[in-house]
């Protein structure tokens, strides 16, 4: 039995249905019965739990072959990121008492950065679980494909605003059907220790080729337009953000290149075009 986090999300429900798929028994980590009953008619074990109460986790942990863990993502933390601290406080109990038999995490790019920034909370979180006793493999994702869902209503307009520059330089990006799918992988993989996988796309992307490809999509011309970097704080303020200098830092660290890949990663075979083109028909 592999138990799943965030299995209703786009990363969990691919792991899900690649298990699926490969004939394995999933349970699905919701948090309330009602978010499982779609997966409890696809056959699905269904365990309700909570990021904040350890018990719940433990017990929706317990007896499985391996578990997939994900971090609910927080674009606009406290200085000092007390949240995801009583998170990984949380986590880490649980999986103690639960000791399933191995544990694969979602991470990200840059992770092991020192400079800090928004995805130094997910370094922090390898560094807590990576002291377990339970072999653990961190799955360092690059830049979600999907994250272009935002970018879908300025392209029907024409222009799209990228905080990604020079508009010219290649961003390793990823669809999260490779992440889900790589992630299943690992966890039917016999592992001993701490592991670490970085995964991108089969090409890495510039912010112009994403406005040519919705141009294609769309049938009409797009563009992008750098935002002046000055001109962030206050932006990320005016949308309503209490500490926007993590964020900025992270962008920075995309376009001045000290947020990269560790060592050599895996590639993926979604490509951007795949993505765009659901994103366009959905919304």
């Given at each position: 039995m592999f138990a799943i986090m965030g299995i209703t999300g786009q990363v969990g429900g691919a792991a899900a249905r690649t298990l699926l798929a490969a004939r394995q028994p999933v349970r699905a980590i919701v948090r309330d019965a009602e978010k499982g009953a779609a997966w409890a008619a696809r056959g699905c074990e269904v365990a309700v739990a909570t990021i904040d109460d350890a018990a719940s986790l433990a017990a929706a942990f317990q007896g499985s072959e391996g578990v997939?863990?994900?971090?609910?993502?927080?674009?606009?933390?406290?200085?000092?990121?007390?949240?995801?601290?009583?998170?990984?406080?949380?986590?880490?109990?649980?999986?103690?008492?639960?000791?399933?038999?191995?544990?694969?995490?979602?991470?990200?790019?840059?992770?092991?950065?020192?400079?800090?920034?928004?995805?130094?909370?997910?370094?922090?979180?390898?560094?807590?679980?990576?002291?377990?006793?339970?072999?653990?493999?961190?799955?360092?994702?690059?830049w979600f494909m999907e994250n272009s869902l935002w970018d879908v209503a300025?392209?029907?307009?024409?222009?799209?605003?990228?905080?990604?520059q020079p508009?010219?330089?290649?961003?390793?990006?990823?669809?999260?059907?490779?992440?889900?799918?790589?992630?299943?992988?690992?966890?039917?993989?016999?592992?001993?220790?701490?592991?670490?996988?970085?995964?991108?796309?089969?090409?890495r992307v510039t912010p112009d080729e994403i406005a040519t490809t919705f141009a294609s999509i769309l049938g009409r011309p797009v563009r992008m337009e750098a935002v002046p970097r000055e001109t962030w704080i206050d932006l990320f303020?005016?949308?309503?953000?209490?500490?926007?200098?993590?964020?900025?830092?992270?962008?920075?660290?995309?376009?001045?290149?000290?947020?990269?890949?560790?060592n050599t990663s895996v590639k993926g075979t979604v490509a951007l075009d795949t993505v765009l083109r659901e994103l366009v028909a959905r919304s």
């Open positions: 997939f863990v994900l971090i609910p993502p927080n674009f606009d933390p406290t200085p000092g990121f007390p949240e995801v601290q009583a998170i990984i406080s949380t986590l880490r109990t649980a999986l103690e008492t639960a000791k399933p038999a191995k544990v694969v995490c979602l991470s990200t790019i840059g992770a092991q950065a020192t400079q800090e920034n928004l995805l130094s909370q997910l370094g922090s979180v390898e560094r807590a679980l990576g002291s377990l006793s339970i072999p653990i493999t961190f799955l360092r994702a690059g300025a392209a029907r307009e024409g222009v799209i605003p990228s905080f990604l508009l010219d330089k290649p961003v390793p990006m990823v669809a999260t059907a490779d992440v889900g799918r790589v992630a299943a992988e690992l966890l039917m993989e016999t592992r001993t220790g701490r592991h670490v996988v970085e995964l991108e796309g089969p090409l303020t005016a949308q309503g953000m209490k500490n926007p200098t993590p964020r900025t830092r992270m962008l920075d660290g995309f376009n001045e290149g000290w947020i990269e890949f560790e």
